[in-house]
T-cell receptor, first 111, second 112 residues
Framework: GESVGLHLPTLSVQEGDNSIINCAYS??????FIWYKQESGKGPQFIID?????DKRQGQRVTVLLNKTVKHLSLQIAATQPGDSAVYFC??????????FGTGTSLTVIP | KAGVTQTPRYLIKTRGQQVTLSCSPI?????VSWYQQTPGQGLQFLFE???????NKGNFPGRFSGRQFSNSRSEMNVSTLELGDSALYLC???????????FGSGTRLTVV
Protein backbone atom coordinates (compact mmCIF):
# COMPACT_ATOMS: atom_id res chain seq x y z
CA GLY A 1 0.00 0.00 0.00
CA GLU A 2 0.91 3.66 0.01
CA SER A 3 2.94 5.30 2.68
CA VAL A 4 3.34 9.00 2.97
CA GLY A 5 5.77 10.13 5.58
CA LEU A 6 7.02 13.37 6.97
CA HIS A 7 10.64 13.87 7.95
CA LEU A 8 9.96 15.96 11.05
CA PRO A 9 6.90 15.85 13.26
CA THR A 10 7.50 19.38 14.63
CA LEU A 11 9.06 22.53 13.30
CA SER A 12 9.59 25.88 15.02
CA VAL A 13 10.52 29.01 13.11
CA GLN A 14 10.91 32.66 13.89
CA GLU A 15 8.31 35.00 12.55
CA GLY A 16 9.49 36.41 9.25
CA ASP A 17 11.74 33.47 8.44
CA ASN A 18 11.04 30.98 5.70
CA SER A 19 9.68 27.55 6.59
CA ILE A 20 10.31 24.30 4.77
CA ILE A 21 8.19 21.27 5.45
CA ASN A 22 9.18 17.99 3.85
CA CYS A 23 7.33 14.90 2.83
CA ALA A 24 8.37 11.55 1.38
CA TYR A 25 6.06 9.37 -0.63
CA SER A 26 6.49 5.79 -1.71
CA UNK A 27 4.37 5.30 -4.82
CA UNK A 28 6.20 6.41 -7.93
CA UNK A 29 2.94 6.14 -9.86
CA UNK A 30 1.25 8.86 -7.78
CA UNK A 31 0.36 11.66 -10.13
CA UNK A 32 -1.07 14.41 -8.00
CA PHE A 33 -0.05 15.89 -4.66
CA ILE A 34 -1.67 18.32 -2.28
CA TRP A 35 -0.58 20.19 0.81
CA TYR A 36 -3.18 20.80 3.48
CA LYS A 37 -3.10 23.01 6.55
CA GLN A 38 -5.05 22.09 9.64
CA GLU A 39 -5.60 24.57 12.41
CA SER A 40 -6.76 23.54 15.82
CA GLY A 41 -10.42 22.61 15.86
CA LYS A 42 -10.78 22.75 12.10
CA GLY A 43 -10.65 20.38 9.20
CA PRO A 44 -7.70 20.34 6.79
CA GLN A 45 -7.67 23.23 4.36
CA PHE A 46 -6.24 23.07 0.84
CA ILE A 47 -3.08 25.13 0.39
CA ILE A 48 -1.53 24.20 -2.91
CA ASP A 49 -1.32 21.28 -5.29
CA UNK A 50 1.05 20.02 -7.93
CA UNK A 51 0.80 17.44 -10.67
CA UNK A 52 3.53 14.96 -11.38
CA UNK A 53 4.40 16.59 -14.70
CA UNK A 54 5.64 19.65 -12.81
CA ASP A 55 8.50 20.11 -10.38
CA LYS A 56 7.55 23.47 -8.91
CA ARG A 57 4.42 25.47 -8.31
CA GLN A 58 4.03 28.77 -6.57
CA GLY A 59 1.14 30.32 -4.75
CA GLN A 60 0.82 33.27 -2.48
CA ARG A 61 3.78 32.96 -0.09
CA VAL A 62 3.87 29.21 -0.65
CA THR A 63 5.86 27.08 -3.06
CA VAL A 64 5.64 23.35 -3.55
CA LEU A 65 8.58 21.45 -4.94
CA LEU A 66 8.34 17.94 -6.30
CA ASN A 67 11.34 15.71 -6.81
CA LYS A 68 10.12 12.53 -8.46
CA THR A 69 13.58 11.01 -8.59
CA VAL A 70 13.72 10.69 -4.81
CA LYS A 71 9.96 10.81 -4.28
CA HIS A 72 10.11 13.91 -2.18
CA LEU A 73 7.71 16.79 -1.78
CA SER A 74 8.31 20.01 0.09
CA LEU A 75 6.29 23.03 1.07
CA GLN A 76 8.05 26.34 1.44
CA ILE A 77 6.34 29.19 3.26
CA ALA A 78 7.89 32.58 2.80
CA ALA A 79 7.97 35.18 5.59
CA THR A 80 6.22 32.88 8.04
CA GLN A 81 3.55 34.53 10.13
CA PRO A 82 1.91 33.52 13.42
CA GLY A 83 -1.22 32.60 11.49
CA ASP A 84 0.80 29.93 9.71
CA SER A 85 1.05 27.94 12.93
CA ALA A 86 -0.79 24.70 12.22
CA VAL A 87 -0.31 21.08 11.25
CA TYR A 88 0.62 20.57 7.63
CA PHE A 89 -0.19 17.39 5.72
CA CYS A 90 0.92 16.21 2.36
CA UNK A 91 -1.30 13.91 0.37
CA UNK A 92 -0.61 11.81 -2.72
CA UNK A 93 -3.13 10.46 -5.15
CA UNK A 94 -2.62 7.04 -6.62
CA UNK A 95 -3.74 5.79 -10.01
CA UNK A 96 -7.06 4.77 -8.49
CA UNK A 97 -7.82 8.38 -7.52
CA UNK A 98 -7.36 7.50 -3.87
CA UNK A 99 -5.57 9.96 -1.60
CA UNK A 100 -3.14 8.98 1.13
CA PHE A 101 -2.12 11.40 3.85
CA GLY A 102 0.93 11.71 6.03
CA THR A 103 0.76 12.07 9.79
CA GLY A 104 1.50 15.78 9.60
CA THR A 105 4.14 18.28 10.70
CA SER A 106 3.28 20.73 13.42
CA LEU A 107 4.60 24.20 12.58
CA THR A 108 5.00 26.70 15.40
CA VAL A 109 5.83 30.28 14.59
CA ILE A 110 7.70 32.12 17.31
CA PRO A 111 6.87 35.83 17.46
CA LYS B 1 -21.07 28.70 -1.54
CA ALA B 2 -21.43 26.71 1.67
CA GLY B 3 -18.62 24.38 2.64
CA VAL B 4 -18.79 20.82 3.85
CA THR B 5 -21.06 20.62 6.88
CA GLN B 6 -20.72 17.94 9.50
CA THR B 7 -23.06 17.31 12.38
CA PRO B 8 -22.83 17.03 15.25
CA ARG B 9 -19.55 18.74 16.11
CA TYR B 10 -19.09 16.83 19.35
CA LEU B 11 -20.38 13.52 20.66
CA ILE B 12 -19.82 11.53 23.80
CA LYS B 13 -20.89 7.90 23.75
CA THR B 14 -20.34 4.91 25.95
CA ARG B 15 -18.75 1.65 24.93
CA GLY B 16 -21.10 -0.68 23.13
CA GLN B 17 -23.35 2.06 21.81
CA GLN B 18 -23.67 3.00 18.20
CA VAL B 19 -23.35 6.39 16.57
CA THR B 20 -24.36 8.04 13.30
CA LEU B 21 -22.50 11.01 11.89
CA SER B 22 -23.80 13.20 9.11
CA CYS B 23 -22.13 15.08 6.29
CA SER B 24 -23.51 17.51 3.74
CA PRO B 25 -21.06 18.04 0.87
CA ILE B 26 -20.51 21.16 -1.14
CA UNK B 27 -23.33 21.64 -3.59
CA UNK B 28 -22.48 19.85 -6.82
CA UNK B 29 -19.91 17.55 -5.26
CA UNK B 30 -20.93 13.96 -5.79
CA UNK B 31 -18.00 12.26 -4.10
CA VAL B 32 -17.91 12.05 -0.32
CA SER B 33 -15.15 10.44 1.71
CA TRP B 34 -14.75 9.80 5.39
CA TYR B 35 -11.53 9.83 7.37
CA GLN B 36 -10.64 9.04 10.94
CA GLN B 37 -8.01 11.24 12.54
CA THR B 38 -6.25 10.34 15.77
CA PRO B 39 -3.12 11.85 17.33
CA GLY B 40 -0.04 10.41 15.71
CA GLN B 41 -2.00 8.40 13.14
CA GLY B 42 -2.82 11.08 10.66
CA LEU B 43 -5.81 10.68 8.43
CA GLN B 44 -6.97 7.13 7.99
CA PHE B 45 -9.27 6.54 5.05
CA LEU B 46 -12.60 4.92 5.91
CA PHE B 47 -14.60 4.91 2.67
CA GLU B 48 -15.63 6.93 -0.35
CA UNK B 49 -19.05 7.21 -1.91
CA UNK B 50 -19.95 8.43 -5.34
CA UNK B 51 -23.51 8.62 -6.62
CA UNK B 52 -24.79 6.52 -3.70
CA UNK B 53 -22.27 3.73 -4.33
CA UNK B 54 -19.30 2.87 -2.18
CA UNK B 55 -16.32 3.24 -4.45
CA ASN B 56 -13.45 2.56 -2.08
CA LYS B 57 -13.08 1.21 1.41
CA GLY B 58 -10.25 1.50 3.87
CA ASN B 59 -8.96 -1.07 6.29
CA PHE B 60 -11.51 -0.73 9.07
CA PRO B 61 -13.69 -3.39 10.68
CA GLY B 62 -17.25 -3.98 9.59
CA ARG B 63 -18.50 -1.98 12.57
CA PHE B 64 -17.81 1.07 10.42
CA SER B 65 -20.31 1.59 7.67
CA GLY B 66 -21.64 4.39 5.58
CA ARG B 67 -24.09 5.38 2.97
CA GLN B 68 -24.83 8.18 0.58
CA PHE B 69 -28.21 9.54 -0.36
CA SER B 70 -29.48 10.76 -3.70
CA ASN B 71 -28.76 14.38 -2.71
CA SER B 72 -25.12 13.37 -2.04
CA ARG B 73 -25.47 13.78 1.69
CA SER B 74 -23.69 11.01 3.54
CA GLU B 75 -23.82 9.31 6.89
CA MET B 76 -21.41 7.03 8.61
CA ASN B 77 -22.29 4.65 11.38
CA VAL B 78 -20.14 2.98 13.97
CA SER B 79 -21.69 0.14 15.91
CA THR B 80 -20.56 -1.44 19.16
CA LEU B 81 -18.30 1.46 19.99
CA GLU B 82 -14.88 0.83 21.49
CA LEU B 83 -12.64 3.22 23.40
CA GLY B 84 -10.24 3.23 20.47
CA ASP B 85 -12.92 4.70 18.23
CA SER B 86 -12.45 8.04 19.95
CA ALA B 87 -11.26 10.32 17.19
CA LEU B 88 -12.02 13.23 14.94
CA TYR B 89 -14.09 12.00 12.02
CA LEU B 90 -13.68 14.10 8.93
CA CYS B 91 -15.88 14.20 5.90
CA UNK B 92 -14.55 15.50 2.63
CA UNK B 93 -16.18 16.10 -0.69
CA UNK B 94 -14.89 16.65 -4.19
CA UNK B 95 -16.34 17.22 -7.60
CA UNK B 96 -14.63 14.26 -9.22
CA UNK B 97 -11.58 12.13 -8.62
CA UNK B 98 -9.52 14.60 -10.59
CA UNK B 99 -9.56 17.08 -7.75
CA UNK B 100 -8.55 17.25 -4.13
CA UNK B 101 -10.88 17.27 -1.22
CA UNK B 102 -12.65 20.01 0.66
CA PHE B 103 -12.94 18.97 4.27
CA GLY B 104 -15.53 19.69 6.88
CA SER B 105 -14.61 20.68 10.41
CA GLY B 106 -15.20 17.18 11.66
CA THR B 107 -17.12 15.44 14.40
CA ARG B 108 -15.19 14.87 17.61
CA LEU B 109 -16.30 11.50 18.99
CA THR B 110 -15.35 10.52 22.51
CA VAL B 111 -16.10 7.00 23.71
CA VAL B 112 -16.10 6.52 27.46
Amino acid sequence: GESVGLHLPTLSVQEGDNSIINCAYSNSASDYFIWYKQESGKGPQFIIDIRSNMDKRQGQRVTVLLNKTVKHLSLQIAATQPGDSAVYFCAERDTGNQFYFGTGTSLTVIP
Amino acid sequence: KAGVTQTPRYLIKTRGQQVTLSCSPISGHRSVSWYQQTPGQGLQFLFEYFSETQRNKGNFPGRFSGRQFSNSRSEMNVSTLELGDSALYLCASRWTGEYGYTFGSGTRLTVV
